[in-house]
């Protein structure tokens, strides 16, 4: 798995507490990206970076913040979980922007009771 | 919103035999990427392959992009029990400072022994 890691890599919370995962590279790529991934809605994209402080939504985003301060580091933080958003989430990273071949971390599957 | 639609949803073969799976998509796109995901891990990229091309190889992986149909083929040769997880296309689209990659919901391959 081409250097990503995540952590962790099972999480159990309660509805209404905040949740970080994190997602760390050590390949140095430009762009990152947090996916979560469901049953019948297959991988959808939550947010994603192209550089260091440079965030954006993706196209389920509501509920999610991400910061990146580090090339290396892409937090994902759930600012109050609800138990809509229990699901594995990947981590991804690219190199490049044209033909954005993704590498994807092992995941982390989180549950929120 | 999905723009890769997956079809089989499911496919089972016999070890050996060659495995076809068929990809469809709504919108122009910049290239179109397979990956696989073995059960509980990140997904691996396969193979891209750009609009402007027809046909890639890759071992044993070809994939055929048919842009007019807006439609792709992944076919395995030769099967192995290795073979057996889930495939997803995934669409690049442009997006603010990056490109995202629009995923199907998959087909599960099983090859049996």
């Known amino acids: 798995d081409a250097g990503i890691t995540q952590s962790p890599r099972h999480k159990v919370t309660e509805t209404g507490t905040p949740v970080t995962l994190r997602c760390h590279q050590t390949?140095?790529?430009?762009?990152m990206y947090w996916y979560r991934q469901d049953p019948g809605h297959g991988l959808r994209l939550i947010h994603y970076?192209?550089?260091?402080?440079?965030?954006d939504k993706g196209e389920v985003s509501d509920g999610y913040s991400v910061s990146r301060s580090k090339t290396e580091d892409f937090l994902l933080t759930l600012e109050s979980a609800t138990s809509s958003q229990t699901s594995v989430y990947f981590c991804?990273?690219?190199?490049?922007?044209?033909?954005?071949?993704?590498?994807f971390g092992p995941g982390t599957r989180l549950t929120v009771l | 919103s999905q723009q890769g639609e997956e079809d089989p949803q499911a496919l089972s073969i016999q070890e050996g035999e060659n495995a076809t799976m068929n990809c469809s998509y709504k919108?122009?796109?910049?290239?179109l990427q397979w990956y696989r995901q073995n059960s509980g891990r990140g997904l691996v990229h396969l193979i891209l392959?750009?609009?402007?091309?027809r046909e890639k190889h890759s071992g044993r992986l070809r994939v055929t992009l048919d842009t007019s149909k807006k439609s792709s083929s992944l076919l395995i040769t030769a099967s192995r029990a290795a073979d057996t997880a889930s495939y997803f296309c995934?669409?690049?689209?442009?997006?603010?400072?990056?490109?995202?990659?629009?995923f199907g919901q998959g087909t599960r391959l099983t090859i049996n022994p």
């Open positions: 392959i750009r609009s402007n091309e």
């Open positions: 390949e140095n790529h430009r762009y």
């Open positions: 970076s192209y550089g260091v402080k440079d965030t």
């Open positions: 919108t122009s796109i910049n290239n």
């Open positions: 991804a990273i690219s190199e490049s922007f044209r033909d954005n071949e993704q590498f």
């Open positions: 995934a669409t690049g689209e442009p997006i603010q400072g990056a490109q995202k990659l629009v």
